[in-house]
């Protein structure tokens, strides 16, 4: 089991920053590549960024790369994601998720085993 714990998000205006942390606790973090996805009421769950075990690399959805930066810090159990440059379109609730195909950057949310709470990002115009 990996338990997953979202942080950082909340109301920001357009074209602000936020950063979200995803804290795990379990079995060992780096076994599990890890993911970013977001969903829009109404609207299905996308993935955002994803990340090899390592950080070696990494995946991003192409409406926002250039504007998000996913990373880790195995030593810390964490996952972040950066977000700058934020756009009305980025408002939805964040979620981060575990995949145990460590080296797998897949954008289909049944990869992924384990998934936290969520966290509100909310951008105003």
């Known amino acids: 089991q990996v338990q997953l714990v979202e942080s950082g998000g909340g109301l920001v205006q357009a074209g602000g920053s936020l950063r979200l942390s995803c804290a795990a606790s379990?079995?060992?973090?780096?076994?599990?590549?890890m993911g970013w996805f977001r969903q829009a009421p109404g609207k299905e769950r996308d993935l955002v960024a994803a990340?090899?075990?390592?950080?070696?690399?990494?995946f991003y959805a192409s409406s926002v790369k250039g504007r998000f930066t996913i990373s880790r810090d195995n030593a810390k159990n964490t996952v972040y994601l950066q977000m700058n440059s934020l756009k009305p379109e980025d408002t939805a609730v964040y979620y981060c998720?575990?995949?145990?195909?460590?080296?797998?950057?897949?954008?289909?949310?049944?990869?992924?085993?384990?998934w936290g709470q969520g966290t509100q990002v909310t951008v105003s115009s």
């Open positions: 998720a575990a995949n145990s195909l460590r080296n797998s950057l897949s954008s289909v949310a049944r990869d992924y085993e384990y």
């Open positions: 379990g079995r060992t973090f780096s076994s599990y590549a």
């Open positions: 990340i090899t075990w390592s950080g070696g690399s990494t």
